[in-house]
């Protein structure tokens, strides 16, 4: 007789939780694909035609969860895991990750929140209002500078804050590239600096404009892949827990009527092994709402006088959106490469850029259509 009672207290026990604690759960996704066309995209200055690997000249494709759950008393856990795929072939991205764009676990509140896995850097997190053009696979900044693309962190905590207009925020990974194409896991033996990987931002926004400042320092580790310098050279060697990588950011927006504009500089110093490098990047942009339209323009300019290789890129985007979830685009792009180490292309925003070859100018153009669930 007593059976019956214990599976009752049991299943109320079940049931009655979510008075306790409520969650939810949200699927959420983009996929974004077109055909491209660039010009001088081989050794031999042939031009090619073909779909993005990454997915687009607005954003990324990507499907992901994510999830919080009350704790009471304004405390709450939550959870993010998302994938990036390549819609043209449908393989996955970031070294093949199931879930290469961000996985990580945390708890939030009033103060701020405490995450925990691999994470965006705050250098991301501190371009994205200034940044017009985004992670874009043609013209984007990731095509002077790669880490710029998607900037993570594996084996990462991070906090971000946000008091009033004020948003400060810091990341420490214990091993900033996990995977195979990064090698670089984090300490072995009794080297404790090696791979390790961190970040600091402050960022104030108003109403109608806003200013930030960023950090970040990469160190090297035995084993670690070579530091890209000009995306598509050979990159400097990284393999020692004293080699570091550092980069400052400080960039503004400003709202006026439907007018937003963005600009940024970015300072990097890099001490590899044997090779030392230094580049600074200016980017400045513009985007206009007009009706169902979206125009964006972009400018970004490089200088590398160590490598001789400079390089000014120049983007313009248009975005008609059918709906809420559903736009068509066009992207055209301009690269001008001065300098006999100058091989950058208006494409190395995709995973695998065009070939080209030095001191050669790039165009590219694309037209795509993207939609978001």
């Not at 970031?94 to 701020?112: C, D, E, K, M, P």
């Not at 400042?213 to 990469?218: D, I, N, Q, R, V």
């Not at 323009?297 to 709906?323: C, F």
Request: proline letters at 2%; a positive charge; charged letters at 15%.
């Amino acid at each position: 007789m007593r059976k019956p009672g214990l599976a009752l207290l049991l299943t109320s026990s079940i049931v009655s939780g979510p008075v306790f604690a409520q969650s939810s759960i949200t699927l959420y996704g983009i996929v974004d694909t077109g055909v491209e066309f660039i010009t001088h995209a081989t050794p031999t200055g042939g031009s090619v035609a073909r779909l993005p690997v990454i997915g687009g000249g607005d954003v990324p494709s990507r499907w992901g969860l994510k999830g919080s759950e009350d704790l009471g008393g304004g405390l709450k856990a939550i959870f993010t895991l998302e994938n990036g795929f390549a819609v043209s072939n449908g393989t996955a991205l970031q070294a093949n990750r199931l879930f290469g764009r961000q996985a990580y676990v945390g708890l939030s509140s009033t103060w701020g929140q405490l995450t925990f896995g691999r994470q965006y850097s705050m250098q991301t997190w501190g371009m994205i209002d200034a940044n017009i053009m985004g992670a874009a696979g043609i013209g984007g900044v990731g095509s002077l500078d790669s880490a710029l693309l998607a900037d993570r962190f594996d084996n990462s905590l991070s906090y971000i804050g946000k008091f009033s207009g004020l948003t400060v925020g810091a990341s420490y990974s214990f091993g900033r590239d996990a995977s195979a194409a990064g090698n670089c896991g984090g300490q072995t033996g009794n080297d404790f600096l090696a791979c390790r990987g961190l970040s600091a931002m402050l960022k104030y926004d108003a109403s109608f404009w806003g200013v930030a400042a960023t950090y970040e320092e990469l160190r090297g580790g035995a084993g670690s892949a070579p530091i890209a310098v000009v995306p598509g050279a050979r990159g400097a060697a990284f393999t020692q827990s004293g080699d570091t990588d550092r980069r400052y950011q400080l960039n503004a927006h400003l709202t006026t009527g439907p007018v937003r504009f963005g600009a940024g500089w970015i300072h990097r110093i890099l001490h590899g092994d044997i090779r030392s490098a230094k580049t600074d990047i200016e980017y400045l942009g513009a985007s206009l709402l007009y009706g169902a339209w979206v125009f964006d323009a972009q400018v970004s300019h490089i200088s590398n006088s160590k490598d001789d290789a400079n390089g000014t890129l120049s983007v313009v985007r248009a975005n008609y959106n059918l709906s809420k979830r559903t736009a068509v685009y066009g992207v055209l792009g301009y690269m001008k490469n001065n300098g006999k180490g100058a091989i950058y292309s208006v494409s190395a925003g995709t995973a695998v850029p065009a070939a080209r070859f030095a001191g050669s100018n790039q165009i590219g153009l694309e037209m795509g259509i993207r939609h978001t669930f």
